[in-house]
Nanobody, 120 residues
Framework: QLMESGGGLVQSGGSMRLSCAVS?????MGWFRQAPGKEREFLSG????????VVADSVKGRFAISRDNAKNTVYLQMNSLKPEETAVYYC??????????????????WGQGTQVTVSS
């Protein structure tokens, strides 16, 4: 139900926009990343309407989440990328009625992930 796109190779300090195409209902959506040997890390989440969002402190001021419900797509704009942010990036959907969770276990559906590599 979820399909990420937009990953690839970018230089340190560069920008990249990830997209997540969502089929089915409108969900609370989140973006996560996971580097080798590390736990899955919450980056940002957005409510169903797109009016409320939360951003992790580690990326605040550099990453921004948005959604276009007419296109059933959620975006993650990433600026000032760093080499240590090389990881597989995932979008996820939460079926619950409520706020935006930062916990991976609260999300019901996951995309296949897209690799983002930041070169130094």
């Amino acid at each position: 139900q979820l399909m990420e796109s937009g990953g690839g190779l970018v230089q340190s300090g560069g920008s990249m926009r990830l997209s997540c195409a969502v089929s089915g209902r409108t969900f609370v959506m989140g973006w996560f990343r996971q580097a080798p040997g590390k736990e899955r890390e919450f980056l940002s989440g957005i409510d169903r309407s797109g009016r409320q969002s939360v951003v992790a402190d580690s990326v605040k001021g550099r990453f921004a989440i948005s959604r276009d419900n007419a296109k059933n797509t959620v975006y993650l704009q990433m600026n000032s990328l760093k080499p240590e942010e090389t990881a597989v990036y995932y979008c996820a959907a939460d079926r619950r009625i409520g706020g935006i969770s930062r916990f991976p276990n609260d999300y019901d559906y996951w995309g296949q992930g897209t690799q983002v590599t930041v070169s130094s």
